[in-house]
T-cell receptor, first 112, second 111 residues
Framework: GNSVTQMEGPVTLSEEAFLTINCTYT??????LFWYVQYPGEGLQLLLK?????DKGSNKGFEATYRKETTSFHLEKGSVQVSDSAVYFC???????????FGQGTILTVHP | SQTIHQWPATLVQPVGSPLSLECTVE??????LYWYRQAAGRGLQLLFY??????ISSEVPQNLSASRPQDRQFILSSKKLLLSDSGFYLC??????????FGPGTRLLVL
């Protein structure tokens, strides 16, 4: 079956530091890949997505590239802000009724 | 684009009491709808999905049930709550590009 593995957290950074959150997946076929962000007490918001190999998703300074050869979709941001503190989820959707398979989530805390 | 409403936002219920959580969607028709549960602020588990009115599929056997009485309404229910039913319940809607959008969630505490 499908699975998603995220780097263990929590991740703690200073403001303006570079961020990488690793995500690798196992899936049959060619899944679409997503990053969602969850701020404290809120639901999940779509951050970015990529639907085919070598696609780069980007939003709010975050980027992730769909790497089929390494089955990865690492999230990066060049300069994080305190407001980026949240839980980040990597996910994929296969072909079965659109079911999302999530990674376990990575807690990011950014200090001023 | 679609908007997802969930009600109530927070709920505290005694063990053994019934449950009804509501999800309604605006801005789309005939959507695929999903119920997820998130425990301890991490890890989302798909509970139910629906591809149309009256069509419900369960991902895991448990104390909960779901119904879809209208095209844009999805309800999560229980006849008797357990302590283990506590968690954050999220409703989601899928668009034609396979992207799922989530509602604000309902936080349930069973005491």
């Amino acid at each position: 079956g499908n699975s998603v593995t995220q780097m263990e957290g929590p991740v703690t950074l200073s403001e303006e530091a570079f961020l990488t959150i690793n995500c690798t997946y196992t899936a049959t076929g060619y899944p679409s890949l997503f990053w969602y962000v969850q701020y404290p007490g809120e639901g999940l918001q779509l951050l970015l997505k990529a639907t085919k190999a070598d696609d780069k998703g980007s939003n709010k300074g975050f980027e992730a590239t769909y790497r089929k050869e390494t089955t990865s979709f690492h999230l990066e941001k060049g300069s994080v802000q305190v407001s980026d503190s949240a839980v980040y989820f990597c996910a994929l959707v296969g072909t079965s009724y659109g079911k999302l398979t999530f990674g376990q989530g990575t807690i990011l805390t950014v200090h001023p | 684009s679609q908007t997802i409403h969930q009600w109530p936002a927070t709920l505290v219920q005694p063990v053994g009491s019934p449950l009804s959580l509501e999800c309604t969607v605006e801005g789309t028709s005939n959507p695929n709808l999903y119920w997820y549960r998130q425990a301890a602020g991490r890890g989302l588990q798909l509970l139910f999905y629906s591809v149309g009115i009256g069509q419900i599929s369960s991902e895991v056997p448990q104390n909960l049930s779901a119904s879809r009485p209208q095209d844009r309404q999805f309800i999560l229910s229980s006849k008797k709550l357990l302590l283990s039913d506590s968690g954050f319940y999220l409703c989601a809607c899928r668009d034609f590009q396979e992207t799922q959008y989530f509602g604000p969630g309902t936080r349930l505490l069973v005491l």
